[in-house]
């Protein structure tokens, strides 16, 4: 049961995770990207569970660590519309992003994802630790449709620290758009 106390939530008869110190990030940077993502996940009043474990080298892995199934890990891409113009999307980690869809839903032709450094310069996080929570600006974001209903789990600012959440009070929280924006991801060989 998640329970919200004091600002934070955490699982009954559990104590909360300890907010610091973050040792995955640099000398220096311990308390920003995670704690400004939380501080803003607090505010928005979304009930939230820390989960704080290692870096990991698949999706497969994240989900085990963070108790949840791989399609619960959301993915966040940073897109750029036109100069100075970028929004979040929001999809599932077992599904793929479908760019087609985007551009169909946006009535454009023309988007990219910035590098790693255009990505930090416009989230203010690191690529792998991007959320819309505690981002420099406050990009739109539209969501995929097969996020509302699901408990979720998503990136909170640095690495290998994560959040779970309500999708749907995630999204009400960002004012997301949802969409159809994935496809069912191929099967490896």
């Given at each position: 049961?998640?329970?919200?106390?004091?600002?934070?939530?955490?699982?009954a008869?559990?104590?909360?995770?300890?907010?610091?110190?973050?040792?995955?990030?640099?000398?220096?940077?311990?308390?920003?990207?995670?704690?400004?993502?939380?501080?803003a996940?607090?505010?928005?009043g979304?009930?939230?569970?820390?989960?704080r474990?290692?870096?990991v080298?698949?999706?497969?892995?994240?989900?085990?660590?963070?108790?949840?199934?791989?399609?619960?890990?959301?993915?966040t891409?940073?897109v750029?519309?036109?100069?100075?113009?970028?929004?979040?999307?929001?999809v599932?980690?077992?599904?793929?992003?479908?760019?087609?869809k985007l551009?169909?839903?946006?009535g454009?032709?023309?988007?990219s994802?910035p590098?790693?450094?255009?990505a930090?310069?416009?989230?203010?996080?690191?690529?792998?630790?991007?959320?819309?929570?505690?981002?420099?600006?406050?990009?739109?974001?539209?969501a995929?449709?097969?996020?509302?209903?699901?408990?979720?789990?998503?990136?909170?600012?640095?690495?290998?620290?994560?959040?779970?959440?309500?999708?749907?009070e995630?999204?009400?929280?960002?004012?997301?758009?949802?969409?159809?924006?994935?496809?069912?991801a191929a099967?490896?060989?």
């Amino acid at each position: 049961m998640l329970i919200r106390g004091g600002g934070a939530a955490y699982i009954a008869g559990m104590p909360p995770a300890p907010p610091e110190p973050d040792p995955t990030q640099p000398a220096g940077q311990e308390h920003a990207p995670p704690e400004r993502a939380l501080a803003a996940l607090r505010a928005a009043g979304v009930t939230h569970r820390v989960t704080r474990h290692g870096p990991v080298r698949s999706l497969a892995e994240a989900a085990e660590l963070r108790g949840v199934a791989p399609g619960d890990i959301v993915k966040t891409l940073v897109v750029r519309r036109a100069d100075d113009d970028f929004l979040f999307v929001l999809v599932p980690g077992d599904r793929e992003f479908s760019w087609p869809k985007l551009r169909a839903l946006l009535g454009t032709s023309r988007l990219s994802m910035p590098d790693s450094a255009g990505a930090f310069a416009v989230t203010g996080y690191e690529r792998g630790t991007i959320t819309p929570f505690g981002a420099s600006v406050a990009w739109p974001v539209i969501a995929d449709a097969a996020l509302p209903g699901r408990t979720v789990s998503m990136g909170a600012g640095a690495h290998g620290v994560a959040v779970t959440v309500a999708a749907d009070e995630m999204l009400a929280a960002l004012h997301a758009q949802v969409a159809d924006l994935t496809d069912v991801a191929a099967a490896a060989p």
